[in-house]
């Protein structure tokens, strides 16, 4: 063996034998430490750290909950849902703008068959409009595309597929604006007391019926529990709960006289008349006076909803607005504000008769025309109608018996005239259970002369002012529904009801759950004697010779009581109105039919054909377009 | 000393019977022990973390580390029986080869996240600063028994401490902090053993103190980065580790999580979801203790850690048993390097200690690490039989001395 001297030393030294203690020392020590930490780490705060491996783990996907269907009186489906796959894009989790999302896009677009520049503009546009919802890139993409997509979640940030239930439309157009749209609860929404409990991404409506009655229709969201790897792919489902369908809520809507609504909206709004218009916007309400239940309700021109069934791209949503369109994202019953014409005078009955400015029988003499200060008033046309009474002022629409009741309300202290509008429903709300009612003006002296001080307008109230209200002209403005339960509460006998298009909520199998039956908003009183006259004038002038819509009713199978109007529009032509009451046998199928039409022309024009086509189909006689004779306003 | 009286032919065989019946190993068993339950273990802690790891093929990993661990223990059983003493003659080329395999793998390894540590090899990825521990061990080994008398000398341990650091510092530079820092522990830890007085691992200590100061204060602040920004944020996030659970500190997290949820029994290799969904990185190297802690509890932690134990006093016990100086000082650098791999890992994952980067010897896969290792416990092995045989022929001598 080759070994140095110094090599060879005695086997163990009592400086190693310290030394080798020493490090066995540390080795303990060391040891000692590593079991104290295990045994705080396993023992002691085992359950802590086994909760988080757990929540590293296990993610909850919400399965959307399909919403409630919307039924018809008789059950027929107005609005249900389709599932689609649809392609959404989380901006959040985007890669940076740049070329790794430029990449993803690319490889997307392959996926889904769209080019990237398309998917780039969806997602800028969306985001825009929607800050806080996911991208709908693309919808009703193949079930292979979403087995895709869904397994490779790591190799598409901010990409996710989903089984989405969307809206569906059956017939289109019929009451579009009624339904309103759905989407993504937004951040300040999910902070209001009617959304309590709504989980984030949770589809709610955003207007109309959707918006009133979400609460029921949205249902109860599902959960899926899966377990998700470090790259959140999925690897297994642990828990399921599914979801629950919302109610289906039936409307007090007729599908039938809905549509007939609309095809005579149609047909009436296509007459052509002098003024060259077509297709002009308008709106009609048929109602049942004893409860509020709209029976049928539209607004012309209409749209397609299904449009909805993506978030609306700013340009649809400019086209569905734009006045070259007609707006028909506008509802015009309940948000049209017009002057009401002559359909006003019932209205001025009420006030007349009830302040004791006249009785039914007091007699007026109308010679045509009337001077009230300097101003001097005519009837539409000139035509004398002689001494008359308030039936026959109804019955042949005398403006100069109306403009007499105008100024003689004007000096009765407490402006019954406006009272009395007020007290019918003008110029306040309705309460229909949609949003976006608006309450129309009720023009006042006290409305004026705050105007008038504020400088906004050239002079303060005077006479003329009540005398052009008192027949619907001027400053009135109104919407069809409110014209629609002014008519109803002098039918009803001074009961004003609450509109409501909702009827009630119910299981999947039709089975009642809840009964939407607001009261009425409150209760007017109107002397009999003076109802039965204004009932007996609006039932003269659609029956009886010279009557201004007697022609257009002639021969009808049902008792109409009814008032044209023609309201005077500055810078356009005039807008055809007819309100009326009608009902087969003894009060049999009572129904008031409130219909306007946009430059229309006078009330027996376009108005009253439209009623007849409505009240047709409610009362089963044959529909026949009937244009009036009547020149009156 | 020895007795060498003439004696009967009887008497001789009696002799050569005892020393037959009292030294028929020519191994420490509990060592070999250590080393096989340990290798059985990381084989069975492998077998069900690496399932998913290599699409189409679940056994990739646990077949390799298999076969590794047969290299390495065919490669034990040639070292143990190899007389490690001639070793010295060869220490300039061993600490020439290890230098320059370390420059050679900065100038053409593969580069892996990062740093290049290894040379691809067709079956296999070698990385030259493993076994450059070991060559360090020895060289450092040969070197102080070559100034035996001048141990006390300043000088000696300024050598010594010099030669570690050289390839301490070319291998921080691949950069691999962690093992870098093992080289500096075995120069540290052949010193010790070697009896350099107290006053020089002051002196050490504080150097080390203003070196640690220097790059992570004052460079930074006079504007020079001498660790990268993850390197410093990897050595302190151990220190505050919830600051920011997506980033360095998420390895950190994930593997204090896997441990933790492991609870007293463990939640079975199945349901260790930590490891099997991959939150846990790199769970079957460097944080491959996280695993035993997840599937087996603080139980399998204990085992684990008992045989680390039963390897180090062994270790330790071969380091008092050895014939000289030269293997005395081996011992002494293997159980250093050893211990300090198993205390730093272990630390590492329960967060304790900073991530580094330091497989946990036998149980982390791969092939550089484990065949060192056992090429390691190989030499462990040399040097204690070899002790027994030269203790057997001058028997007890040096127990009276002592």
């Known amino acids: ?50 909760a988080q491996a757990n929540d590293n783990r296990v993610r909850d996907i919400t399965v959307p909950a399909p919403r409630g269907d919307i039924v018809d009186r008789n059950g027929n489906v107005l609005v249900d849902n389709r599932v689609s796959i649809a392609v959404q894009i989380e901006v959040q989790k985007l890669p940076p703008a740049g070329p790794r999302r430029a990449d993803l896009y690319r490889r997307l677009g392959q996926v889904i068959r769209l ?62 604006q009624l339904f309103g749209t759905v989407g993504q609860i937004s951040p300040d929404e999910l902070k209001l007391q009617r959304f309590k409990g709504v989980q984030q991404g949770t589809v709610v409506g955003q207007g109309g019926l959707e918006w009133s009655y979400d609460r029921w229709l949205r249902g109860t969201p599902g ?44 047909e009436a709004g296509g007459i052509p008349i002098t003024n060259g218009v077509q297709n002009r916007g308008g709106a009609f309400v048929a109602m049942d006076p004893r409860n509020g239940e709209v029976l049928a309700m539209g607004s012309y021109p209409s749209f397609d909803p299904n449009v909805f069934a993506k978030p609306l791209k700013e340009s649809t949503y400019k086209k569905l607005n734009s006045v070259e369109n007609g707006a028909p994202l506008v509802d015009r019953a309940i948000d049209g504000l017009y002057p009401t014409g002559s359909t006003m005078k019932a209205i001025t009955s009420v006030a ?94 006290a409305w004026r002369d705050r105007l008038y001080r504020k400088k906004l307008t050239d002079r303060p109230w005077s006479i003329g002012d009540n005398v052009n209200f008192a027949v619907g002209q001027g400053d009135l403005q109104a919407t069809p529904i409110q014209m629609a339960t002014a008519y109803s509460t002098i039918a009803a006998d001074g009961r004003v009801p609450t509109p409501h298009i909702g009827l009630h909520i119910e299981d999947a199998a039709g089975r009642l759950l809840q009964e939407v039956d607001p009261p009425p908003s409150r209760h007017v009183k109107i002397g009999e004697a003076n109802r039965q006259a204004i009932l007996d004038g609006l039932h003269l002038a659609a029956s009886a010779p010279g009557g201004t819509s007697a022609d257009v009713f002639a021969g009808f199978p049902a008792t109409v009581m009814g008032k044209t109007g023609t309201a005077e529009r500055p810078g356009q032509g005039d807008q055809s109105w007819y309100v009326c009451y009608a009902y087969q046998g003894d ?47 | 000393m020895s007795t060498t009286s003439p004696r009967s032919p009887i008497h001789r065989r009696v002799d050569d019977l005892a020393q037959h019946q009292r030294a028929p190993l020519r191994f420490d068993p509990l060592l070999a022990l250590a080393a096989l339950g340990l290798v059985a273990c990381s084989l069975l802690v492998l077998a069900d973390a690496t399932r998913d790891d290599v699409p189409g093929s679940p056994h990739y990993f646990l077949y390799r580390q298999a076969a590794y661990a047969v290299v390495g223990l065919v490669l034990m059983v040639l070292i143990s029986r190899f007389d490690y003493s001639r070793l010295r003659e060869l220490r300039y080329g061993l600490y020439t080869s290890m230098i320059g395999l370390i420059l050679l793998v900065i100038a053409v390894g593969s580069t892996t996240r990062g740093s290049r540590r290894s040379f691809t090899l067709p079956f296999f990825s070698f990385q030259p600063s493993e076994l450059g521990k070991l060559l360090l061990i020895v060289a450092l080994a040969s070197f102080v028994v070559d100034r035996a008398r001048r141990l006390r000398d300043r000088d000696t341990t300024a050598r010594v401490m010099l030669a570690a650091l050289v390839p301490a510092a070319l291998v921080m530079l691949q950069p691999d902090l962690g093992t870098g820092l093992v080289y500096v522990v075995v120069g540290l830890a052949v010193l010790f053993v070697a009896g350099t007085s107290w006053r020089h691992f002051t002196a050490l200590g504080a150097l080390a103190v203003v070196a640690i100061l220097f790059t992570l204060v004052a460079a930074p602040a006079a504007g020079v980065q001498v660790l990268k920004p993850y390197q410093v944020q990897r050595l302190t996030g151990f220190i505050s580790p919830s600051s920011d659970p997506r980033d360095q500190t998420y390895q950190l997290n994930q593997s204090r999580i896997a441990i933790g949820s492991g609870e007293k029994t463990g939640r079975g290799p199945e349901k260790a979801t930590q490891t099997r969904l991959n939150f846990l990185p790199e769970h079957h190297t460097d944080f491959i203790f996280a695993v035993v802690g997840e599937s087996f509890g603080f139980l399998g932690a204990a085992v684990v850690l008992s045989l680390y134990a039963l390897l180090i006093w062994r270790g330790l016990r071969v380091l008092t048993m050895a014939k000289n100086l030269f293997g005395a000082l081996i011992a002494g650098g293997i159980v250093a390097m050893l211990m300090f791999q198993v205390f730093i890992n272990v ?40 002790g027994r045989e030269a203790s057997a022929r001058k028997p007890r001598a040096a127990a009276g001395l002592a």
């Not at chain 1, 999925?234 to 828990?239: F, Q, T």
């Not at chain 1, 007091?362 to 109608?385: C, E, M, W, Y």
């Not at chain 1, 006078?602 to 020149?631: M, N, T, Y």
């Open chain 1, 352 to 445: 007349s008769l009830q302040s004791g400015v006249i009785t039914p029988d007091t007699p007026i003499n109308d010679p045509g025309s009337i001077q009230i200060g300097n101003i001097v008033f005519k009837n539409a046309g000139g035509t004398a109608h002689g001494t008359i009474s308030l039936r026959t002022a109804l019955q042949v629409s005398s403006d100069v018996f109306f403009y007499t009741m105008g100024a003689r309300l004007n000096s009765v202290p407490g402006q019954p005239l406006q009272t009395w509008a007020r007290r019918l429903g003008l110029g306040r709300t309705t309460g229909i259970d949609l949003p976006g009612e608006t309450d129309g003006l009720v023009p006042s002296p």
């Open chain 2, 347 to 386: 630390g590492m994952t329960i967060g304790i200690a900073p991530i580094t980067g330091i497989p946990l010897p036998l149980m982390s896969y791969g092939g550089s690490s484990v065949i060192v290792t056992f090429l390691s416990l190989g030499l462990l092995q040399a040097i204690y039989a070899q």
């Open chain 1, 223 to 266: 959960a899926t529990r899966v377990q998700v790897d470090a790259l959140g792919r999925p690897k297994g489902e642990l828990a399921v709960r599914e979801p629950v369908q919302g109610r289906q809520l039936k409307l007090s809507l007729d599908l039938d006289l809905q549509k007939a609504g609309q095809e005579a909206m149609a």
């Open chain 1, 115 to 176: 080019s990237p520049a398309k998917i780039a503009r969806e997602v800028d546009e969306q985001h825009k409009a929607l800050p806080y919802a996911n991208v709908a890139v693309k919808q009703d993409v193949p079930p292979a595309v979403f087995d895709y997509l869904f397994e490779r979640q790591n190799e598409f940030p901010g990409v996710t597929v989903e089984r989405v239930f969307l809206r569906r439309y059956p017939h289109k157009e019929l009451a579009a």
């Open chain 1, 1 to 50: 063996m080759l070994q140095l001297q110094e090599d060879r030393r005695p086997p163990i030294t009592p400086q190693l034998a310290l030394r080798v203690a020493v490090l066995g020392g540390v080795a303990l020590a060391l040891f000692a430490i590593v079991f104290f930490r295990l045994w705080y780490l396993q023992v002691l705060s085992g359950d802590k750290y086994l």
């Open chain 1, 587 to 633: 009060h049999q199928r009572p129904i008031v039919v409130a219909v306007t039409i946009e430059q229309g022309g006078f009330g027996a024009q376009a108005a009253a054909p439209a009623a007849r086509l409505i009240l047709s189909q409610w009362f089963g006689a044959a529909k026949k377009l009937v244009v009036g004779q009547s020149a009156t306003r």
